[in-house]
Structure formats: C-alpha cells, structure tokens
T-cell receptor, first 113, second 119 residues
C-alpha cells in the first residue's frame, strides 16, 4: 500500500499560487492520486485526480512526477476561502471490487490577506 | 450533482447503547460506499468498504462485530456502532462513488460527517 506524506502546514499570500506537495514514493502502477480538502470538519471536497499525466480543471492543476513518486497540487490564485486542510490520497482497486483508500496526513493551508 | 447526505450530523448517547448512522446518495446510485473515522486534528482513516448487496470489507484493526455495516440498496448504507463506549467517540464520515462510465476511478463524494459523543 502506498503511504503519502505531506508537510503539516503552509502559508500562501492571497492572489498568489499555492503549491502543495505530496510524497507517495511507494505508489504502485495502478494507484491513482486524488486531492481533497476539508474545511471546519465538514466532509472532504473533491479537487482533482490523476494517474500519471498532469491534469487541470476549474479548481486546480495536478502535477505528477514522471516516476509518480510525488505530486503537487497547484491552486493558481489562492483566495481566503481556500484556507483548509488539503489531503493527498492514493486509491486502487483489486479484482473482486475491493478498494483501498489511504489518506495522507494533510497540509493545513493558511491563505493570508 | 453527486450529493451524499449523512444523518444524523451530531449524536450524544450513553455508554452501552447502539447508534445507527445513515449515508444516502441523493442523486446517483452508489456502487461502493466507504466509512471513515476521524479523530480531532487527525486525518481520515478508512474503516470499511461496502459494495451494494455484499458484505463489507473491513480494514485491519476494525472490529466488524462492533461496527456493523449494511449496504442494502444502491442509495443507502448504514453504520451501526454497537455497545458504544467513550473511546468510540469520533467523527464518522461516509463517502460513495458511482462507478459509471469512468468506473471505480470516479471520485468519491463525501457526506458532511456525524459527530458521535459517548458519555
């Protein structure tokens, strides 16, 4: 099972890009990387996911290294509402339908005015 | 779209009682549902995974007789904490994925959690 590690906290100035790293050095070939964020102990909110290619959507970009051992979530223009705990997750599915989901330790992102 | 509703959002009960938490997918059919537990200032820990109509698969260290999971329909899964004790107090969160065209890779959608306090 892949284990993910993240820095415990980061600050980012409002309007600047926030780059949140995640290390998943033991990831296997069929494990996907997902990013979620959690605000005030609500349920996590989906942001983006990928396997090996870089991905972009309306919320963020995901950069996955070629060896897939790490990834970076990029919030292009951070706002105060982006203050949250960001989780990097790896997920895979075995034959028979069993899924394994491993949450990272999370990074508390503080966006500063 | 892709809304997951969890009920109740907060429950306080006496030690020794059983508590049932419901997780519903409101606008999609959930082929797989997941139950997590989160202690204060910690990450989410997966407890079990359930597919509709099948027995749940529990993670190592999670007592299946203590945490009963039922996934009887494509829109409802329940977690029952039996004979709850203060150490079971935690934030319990469910999630669901729809499978669909993208299969299991589709993102999970999370409920807003249930805060369980056992006195």
């Amino acid at each position: 099972d892949a284990k993910t590690t993240q820095p415990p906290s980061m600050d980012c100035a409002e309007g600047r890009a926030a780059n949140l790293p995640c290390n998943h050095s033991t990831i296997s070939g069929n494990e996907y990387v997902y990013w979620y964020r959690q605000i005030h102990s609500q349920g996590p909110q989906y942001i983006i996911h990928g396997l090996k290619n870089n991905e972009t959507n309306e919320m963020a970009s995901l950069i996955i290294t070629e060896d897939r051992k790490s990834s970076t979530l990029i919030l292009p223009h951070a706002t105060l509402r982006d203050t949250a705990v960001y989780y990097c997750i790896v997920r895979f599915r075995l034959s028979g339908g069993y899924q394994k989901v491993t949450f990272g330790t999370g990074t508390k992102l503080q966006v500063i005015p | 779209g892709a809304v997951v509703s969890q009920h109740p959002s907060w429950v306080i009960c006496k030690s020794g009682t059983s508590v049932k938490i419901e997780c519903r997918s409101l606008d999609f059919q959930a082929t797989t549902m997941f139950w997590y537990r989160q202690f204060p200032k910690q990450s989410l820990m997966l407890m079990a995974t359930s597919n509709e109509g099948s027995k749940a698969t529990y993670e190592q260290g999670v007592e299946k007789d203590k945490f009963l999971i039922n996934h009887a329909s494509l829109t409802l899964s329940t977690l029952t904490v039996t004979s709850a004790h203060p150490e079971d107090s935690s934030f319990y969160i469910c999630s669901a994925d729809s499978g669909g065209q993208g299969g299991w890779v589709q993102p999970q959608h999370f409920g807003d959690g249930t805060r369980l306090s056992i006195l």
